[in-house]
């Protein structure tokens, strides 16, 4: 049975900095794309980032270049997704979801969420 | 940036009923197209992938169609589980983006 499990999400001041993981099990995990989605409170989806099987490639949404760092460790069955210099308005449930296996998306497994809440 | 316009925004029927959702693309996204569905308190389940194929362990009441710009979710007769709401979502360029969603509700 295929599993994703995010945890680090919490209260963090606007500044502060938050690693969120996702451990897979019940696939072979070197050979997906994986990413990670957000959603705001009341919010739609709002797709993050993705990762390239190897970690070879690695993209973005515009607006958080610079700030979030996506990552992956293949011995571990992990992806991560490192977030620097957090705003307000990164308050969300972030989601890590699994791609394909020859393209990044659609994402066929998702986990359950971790709510990352900004504020002072 | 590809932009997804989902209509109708809330969409009320009672179960038994045939439900029409659309997603426009603001470019050509060739088939590249999923429809997502998400309850409350839940995360998004994959409902089909490249515009017309049901993911895995998905009731044959779903369909999609549409290629191009224009895609529609179908869902034959309502059952009292489907309401939900609904995203679709473009993988044919970066950045991947999703639809503001169509809420389906009970009539």
Known sequence: EVQLVESGGGLVQPGGSLRLSCAASGFTFKSYWMTWVRQAPGKGLEWVANIKHDGSEKYYVDSLKGRFTISRDNAENSVYLQMNSLRAEDTAVYYCARGGTAAAGPFDYWGQGTLVTVSS | EIVLTQSPAILSLSPGERATLSC?????????LAWYQQKPGQAPRLLIY????RATGIPARFSGSGSGTDFTLTI???????????F???????PLTFGGGTEVEIK
């Open chain 2, 76 to 86: 034959s007769s309502l059952e009292p589980e489907d309401f939900a709401v609904y």
């Open chain 2, 24 to 32: 426009r693309a603001s470019q050509s996204i060739r088939s590249y």
């Open chain 2, 88 to 94: 679709c979502h473009q993988r044919f360029n970066w």
């Open chain 2, 50 to 53: 490249d515009a017309s194929n």
